[in-house]
């Protein structure tokens, strides 16, 4: 079983930034598209963005122009800059692999406010 594991969340203000981290243990991290999720309390879980082995990425419309994902395979490791937050920016982040996905993580809490 592979273990992901996000990190990087915390209290900010609207208009703050926050880079989150999503690392596995797993050696084919490398080959899968991964992608951010982020689940706000009563709510269901929702695509934020994704990136491809090649570097490709989409963004949800919400999120377009304020978060920058990335990935660096040799350190199984993707990231998301999360600039210009928004109060409907809280939720849980989560990290996955939509076309093989794995267990879900504990995933790292986001929350804007004043």
């Known amino acids: 079983q592979v273990q992901l594991v996000e990190s990087g969340g915390g209290l900010v203000q609207p208009g703050g930034s926050l880079r989150l981290s999503c690392r596995t243990s797993?050696?084919?991290?490398?080959?899968?598209?991964m992608a951010w999720y982020r689940q706000a309390p009563g709510k269901q879980r929702e695509w934020v963005a994704q990136?491809?082995?090649?570097?490709?990425?989409n963004y949800a419309n919400s999120v377009k122009g304020r978060f920058t994902i990335s990935r660096d395979n040799a350190k199984n490791t993707m990231y998301l800059q999360m600039n210009s937050l928004k109060p409907e920016d809280t939720a849980v982040y989560y990290c996955n692999a939509p076309l093989h996905p794995l267990d879900w993580g504990q995933g790292t809490q986001v929350t804007v406010s004043s």
């Open positions: 990136i491809t082995r090649e570097g490709s990425t």
């Open positions: 797993a050696s084919i991290f490398s080959i899968y598209t």
